[in-house]
């Protein structure tokens, strides 16, 4: 709980500076119930994402399980570092040296879709655009002033922004569908990673309910039961 915590306090500064109510978000119409696409969407996050963030409240293992990955397949192609299935997922990069590099240490991102919500993580990785006046050559609609570099050109392109302020992107491997189903795998490993059990707990509650209505029913005619002789 006190690790749990201390991320909240250290991603919401972090975050603070995101665009207010103002800025249009896409929706990302994320299904959890889609394990393919959640199974896509952890393979993106290691391999463009995880060099700098952490899901450091999330197990190799926990998510092998949840994701229906076997635990060899885990290992072979999902952990890029000498952690054990057991561990936590942490990434590699001393945080001195992040925070040196970047200006800050990369927050971790296991919950940053339940702090910013779905759409706002989708739209954000959507919104990067070619700005030569920053460190790492572009800006974000979103995230203006963004710290970190477009990790994924490549697929996308690079986004550059038309006098009337619209975008034409170029230069990505992907066509503007796959980019869109990409970031959206993306979105919904983390929507999964901030709240594992969140299938569960809504499966759950709809038993809870059932059963309140009929205790309420018992409770009721348990009532009148007591009552009838008053009346």
Known sequence: MKKLLIALVTLLPSLAMAAGGNVHLEDANVDLH???????????????????HST????????????NIPADEMRKNYMFTDAKIGELMENAIPTADAANWFGAAPPDLTLVARVRGEDWVYSYLKGFYKDESRPFGVNNTVFPLVGMPHVLEDLQGLAVK??????????????????????????GFLV????????????????????????????????????????
């Open 34 to 52: 889609d394990t393919e696409s959640l199974q896509r969407g952890l393979g993106l996050f290691q391999n463009y994402c995880s060099g700098c």
């Open 56 to 67: 450091q409240y999330q197990r190799y293992e926990r998510v092998a399980t949840d994701l």
């Open 162 to 187: 038309q006098e009337d302020g619209t975008f034409v992107v170029s230069g990505g491997k992907l066509t503007a569908e796959e980019y869109d189903q990409a970031v959206r795998d993306i979105t």
């Open 192 to 231: 999964y990673s901030a709240e594992p059990v969140k299938l569960e707990r809504k499966a759950m509650g709809v038993w809870v309910l059932g059963f309140l209505f009929i205790f309420f029913i018992i409770a009721y005619l348990l009532k009148k039961e007591y009552w009838k002789d008053v009346h």
